[in-house]
């Protein structure tokens, strides 16, 4: 079976952010959010709604201004999660600092562990750590929406 164009291109796309550097992922980032607002205006019109909502003491320039940040930051997790798919071995030595690592390999070695929690921005990048670090697989079980 032959796989559609539009996933082909999304991987290569996905390969190629992979090799971007931090710094350059999120200059992509900020430069993407203004095409996400308008691709995605009934989430944006949401987003506007909560802010108003939570945050009713904040002018609309700075719930604006929360709201632009909080696409960046969208943005990077989604980005940063091609690095986690698509990326070489994560330089984990410098990036990341494995606090309680001796308690994880503990757990494994007693016969697994399982990792709770939320899907937020970067999740998949922090599990792909969890495994470099620990040298164990990390086998995902995901509900999908």
């Not at 019109?45 to 960046?72: K, S, T």
Request: net charge positive; hydrophobic share 50%.
């Amino acid at each position: 079976m032959r796989v559609p164009w539009h996933v082909r291109w999304l991987r290569r796309s996905a390969r190629w952010v992979a090799r971007k550097a931090p710094a350059q992922r999120l200059l992509l980032a900020t430069r993407l959010a203004p095409l996400a607002a308008r691709l995605a205006r009934k989430r944006v019109r949401v987003a506007r709604a909560n802010l108003r909502l939570c945050f009713p003491e904040i002018d609309e320039a700075g719930r604006e201004a929360i709201l632009g940040r909080m696409l960046v930051a969208n943005l990077k997790g989604l980005l940063d999660a091609c690095l986690a798919w698509y990326g070489d071995a994560l330089d984990v030595d410098t990036q990341y600092e494995g606090i309680g690592l001796e308690y994880l390999q503990a757990a494994v070695r007693a016969g697994g562990v399982v990792i709770l929690g939320a899907r937020v921005h970067g999740s998949e990048l922090d599990m792909r750590a969890v495994r470099e670090l620990s040298g164990r697989a990390v086998q995902p079980l995901v509900r999908a929406f």
